[in-house]
């Protein structure tokens, strides 16, 4: 997929979770948005992945540790034929099968449930070194979010995975510079990022997260990296696509209003016709 494709499918993917957020009326929009482009490139270009076969036992794995982003990851699969689009508008609802968190045993293509932060990326790691032991060639993918790095076993999982050279694993920061409370240097600053995962034994790259020809170079450079880990630090605009939710924590889990919900969908349309 060439990237004004890709450009036009994230696009599409950013529509599903406004439109899925506003049907729940609860949600994360902020960070879905902001991981929008990762998601899209991983589902549609990086990973070996079948949506008619999500069970195959070659795939590669992914686990978004940064659970509440479920919308994201949602529309990502939705538009990558996993189930209908249109299911979307169930998110949240009582009885859907879209919860508000990945739910591993209900929902095909997500291969761990998730929402606890901090919990994902070992879940990841336990993945990893499981490929290694069998001899297996599948790699695993793991989202963070830059918040979610205050968390101990983030590191605990790294400072593993660094000692066990795990090369067929990928970790990404969705580093949007925000967090429920605010700044996330304000609330709890896990700066030096890139620092502090080269102290664990990772090849760590830093890119901008919107920008498809730098995301498709780090996840090649992953992949031709032998003996440790790789971290992408990828620098994002929270909200991104959505003109008054880009750059506000206050978007972090809040949902459109009907009239919100028509301005952003107009911000998209508009994107999407600028890519025509």
């Not at 968390?151 to 949007?176: C, H, P, R, T, Y």
Request: hydrophobic residues 40%; glycine residues 10%.
């Amino acid at each position: 997929m060439d990237t004004l494709a890709l450009k036009k499918t994230a696009n599409e993917v950013r529509k599903g979770i406004v439109t899925a957020v506003h049907s729940a009326k609860s949600g994360h929009p902020g960070g879905s948005l902001s991981a929008a482009d990762i998601l899209t490139y991983l589902y549609f270009e990086e990973m070996n992945i079948d949506p008619e076969d999500p069970k195959k036992a070659d795939r590669d794995r992914f686990v978004l540790s940064k659970g509440h982003i479920a919308p994201g990851f949602y529309s990502t699969l939705a538009n990558r034929g996993f189930f209908p689009v249109e299911d979307l508008t169930t998110l949240r609802h009582t009885g859907s099968y879209l919860q508000g968190h990945p739910d591993m045993k209900h929902i095909p293509g997500v291969d761990m449930s998730s929402g606890s932060l901090g919990q994902g990326i070992s879940a990841a790691v336990g993945m990893a070194l499981s490929a290694k032991i069998d001899n297996a060639s599948y790699r695993v993918y793991t989202l963070l979010g830059d918040g979610e790095l205050q968390e101990g076993q983030v590191w605990e999982a790294s400072m593993f995975a660094g000692a066990k050279n795990l090369d067929n694993l990928v970790v990404i920061v969705d580093n949007n510079g925000l967090q429920i409370d605010g700044k996330i240097d304000d609330v709890c600053s896990p700066y030096p990022i890139a620092d502090k995962f080269k102290a664990f034994n990772f090849n760590v790259i830093e890119i901008d997260a919107h920008d498809f020809e730098q995301i498709a170079s780090a996840f090649k450079k992953a992949r031709e990296t032998k003996g440790m880990p790789t971290a992408v630090i990828a620098k994002s605009t929270k909200g991104k696509g959505v003109s008054f939710m880009e750059n506000q924590a206050s978007w972090h889990g809040t949902a459109p209003n009907d009239e919100q919900y028509a301005q952003a969908m107009a911000d998209l349309e508009k994107t999407g016709e600028s890519l025509k």
